[in-house]
């Protein structure tokens, strides 16, 4: 009888294996039902003692106002209460990053006046490209601190501050720089791609724009390997956004009926702009390859900024193709500037309540919109790998990056 017995247990526990395997099986289909996977809830998170941005006005603090022309009023009045050299009522998704991070809003690079390094440096630059400057990109008006100058400043910015710290006998200067060791344990930033496809729009066929992702994104990923090359290890890649619903787009360059989405945004210019992030997304699994010892974290800033257009009302604002400051249409006015219309001056001011708009000036988005776009992405919702922004470093053990 004791056979009997044993063949009863032995039958009663295979029926509870493949229950339990049944359960797990159904947990991991759950899991992935919606199609992207879920953040990870790994508890190793890392501390970045500083963050190098790249990029243009997405995310630009300072830079265009330090070396051109000051950023004007009433940009900065939601938060800073001033002009803060961004185009902006007030942060951008880069100070959120800052916040989240535990660090300080970064100095611009070009800032010469109350600058401070010690938490990283920001070479972003309002309408700048990725591609090099040509005639084409200084006739349309482009910014000539493209990508490829930028990280020019940084190597210059590097060896200059690393020479400058080994230097420096007293705690006050130092406590102004990156200490030597921070430039391989920093996050590097990348959010820049939107000008290359509004250089595009303005002289380019779709065609023509759409044949010339392939270099822009060959162009992007030396970058990465520049930085890789001078000691960075961990990078959060913001792809593009919905360009084809920024208001300036739609309202410069309407469409026709057949090409407007649902959502009022212009359909083609919106597929140029995925197809530039389905070429960069494949090229940074590439990268993940050829870079040992690297973390990049590409972030899907794209399908973040349409969900909030998609349903404005539902987190509290107003029509997406509505702006707050300046003026498009009949006559044009950017936020803070003036212009004489009919022997009258006209400002570019702001509406009354600029928490309620997505788009800050028809081109950047608002305090309010960057900082739910922010909240949405730095949890890893919308990151490949499905990492927070807190633990999107590569863990380097007891090997030191120099």
Same mark, same amino acid.
């Given at each position: 009888m004791d056979w009997l017995r044993s063949i009863y247990v032995i039958g009663k526990w295979k029926w509870v294996l493949r229950f339990g395997v049944c359960l797990v099986v159904a947990y991991l289909i759950l899991q992935n039902i919606d199609g992207r996977s879920k953040p990870s809830s790994s508890s190793g998170s890392c501390h970045f003692p500083a963050v190098f941005n790249f990029g243009d006005s997405n995310s630009d603090t300072g830079a265009v106002s330090a070396a051109f022309n000051r950023v004007l009023s009433p940009n900065g009045i939601t938060f800073f209460g001033k002009p803060s050299g961004r185009y902006c009522d007030g942060r951008l998704i880069i100070d959120f990053i800052a916040e989240k991070l535990e660090l300080p809003f970064l100095s611009a690079y070009l800032n010469s006046i109350g600058a401070n390094f010690r938490n990283g440096a920001n070479f972003a630059a309002s309408g700048c490209t990725i591609e090099p400057t040509n005639v084409r990109l200084c006739k349309e008006?482009? &910014?000539?601190?493209?990508?490829?100058? @930028?990280?020019s400043q940084f190597e210059q910015f590097k060896q200059r501050t690393v020479e400058l710290y080994n230097q420096a006998q007293s705690s006050p200067i130092k &406590?102004?720089?990156?200490?030597?060791?921070?430039?391989?344990?920093?996050?590097?930033?990348?959010?820049?791609? @939107?000008?290359?496809?509004?250089?595009?729009?303005?002289?380019?066929?779709d065609e023509e724009i759409s044949k010339s992702v392939p270099s822009l994104i060959d162009r992007f990923a030396k970058a990465?390997?520049?930085?890789?090359? @001078?000691?960075?290890?961990?990078?959060?890649?913001? &792809?593009?956004?919905?360009?084809?619903?920024?208001?300036?787009?739609?309202?410069?360059f309407p469409p026709k009926p057949e090409n407007v989405d649902e959502n009022g945004c212009v359909k083609s210019y919106n597929k140029l702009a995925q197809e530039f992030n389905k070429q960069m997304?494949?090229?940074?699994?590439?990268?993940? &390859?050829?870079?040992?010892?690297?973390?990049?974290?590409?972030?899907?800033?794209?399908?973040?900024?349409?969900?909030?257009?998609?349903?404005?009302?539902k987190h509290g604002f107003v029509d997406p193709h509505g702006y707050c400051c300046g003026h498009y249409g009949d006559y044009h006015v950017e936020c803070g500037e003036k212009t004489m219309i009919n022997g009258t001056e006209i400002h570019g001011t702001s509406c009354s309540n600029p928490p309620a708009y997505i788009s800050w000036d028809g081109i950047h988005y608002?305090?309010?919109?960057n900082q739910w776009v922010a909240h949405k992405i730095l949890d890893g919702s919308f990151s490949d790998p499905p990492i927070s922004i807190a633990e999107a470093c590569f863990k380097t053990s007891s090997k030191t990056l120099t």
């Open positions: 008006g482009f &910014n000539p601190l493209t990508l490829d100058v @930028q990280l &406590n102004i720089l990156p200490r030597p060791e921070d430039f391989s344990k920093a996050l590097y930033t990348l959010d820049i791609g @939107q000008n290359d496809l509004n250089a595009g729009i303005i002289s380019m066929t990465i390997e520049q930085l890789y090359q @001078q000691g960075a290890r961990s990078f959060w890649i913001h &792809n593009t956004g919905p360009i084809g619903c920024l208001p300036y787009i739609t309202i410069t997304e494949d090229r940074m699994s590439l990268l993940r &390859n050829h870079l040992d010892n690297a973390m990049l974290v590409y972030v899907d800033i794209y399908t973040a900024k349409y969900s909030l257009i998609r349903e404005p009302k608002s305090d309010a919109a």
